[in-house]
Nanobody, 121 residues
Framework: QVQLVESGGGLVQAGGSLRLSCAAS????????MNWYRQAPGKQRELVAA???????NYHDSVKGRFTISRDNAKNTVYLQMSSLKPEDTAVYYC???????????????WGQGIQVTVSS
């Protein structure tokens, strides 16, 4: 079993910065993809950024140039550096990990519990 621990959320003013972290721990595994999603009030959950085991990245158009996703393989951790934050970035941010379980030889997916990011105007 794998657990995801998210940290780094909070309240910031527009134009400020924040860094989210998501660390995976538990069973032995190899991570394929680590993503960040967000869900704002009254809206569907959307993909914010993704990074693969080959370090290729993908971003939602609304955050390109402002957000940077990265990973530390030794720590099984994915980060989301958020800069030039806007009120529209306010949402609950969820970490998502797709991994290969080396014990079960099965691909598994896990969600973090979500962390609040609030950007004031």
């Amino acid at each position: 079993q794998v657990q995801l621990v998210e940290s780094g959320g909070g309240l910031v003013q527009a134009g400020g910065s924040l860094r989210l972290s998501c660390a995976a721990s538990g069973s032995i595994f190899s991570i394929n993809t680590m993503n960040w999603y967000r869900q704002a009030p009254g809206k569907q959950r959307e993909l914010v950024a993704a990074i693969t085991d080959r370090d290729s990245t993908n971003y939602h158009d609304s955050v390109k140039g402002r957000f940077t996703i990265s990973r530390d393989n030794a720590k099984n951790t994915v980060y989301l550096q958020m800069s030039s934050l806007k009120p529209e970035d306010t949402a609950v941010y969820y970490c998502y990990v797709r991994l290969y379980n080396t014990r079960s030889t099965r691909v598994e997916a896990y969600w973090g519990q979500g962390i609040q990011v609030t950007v004031s105007s």
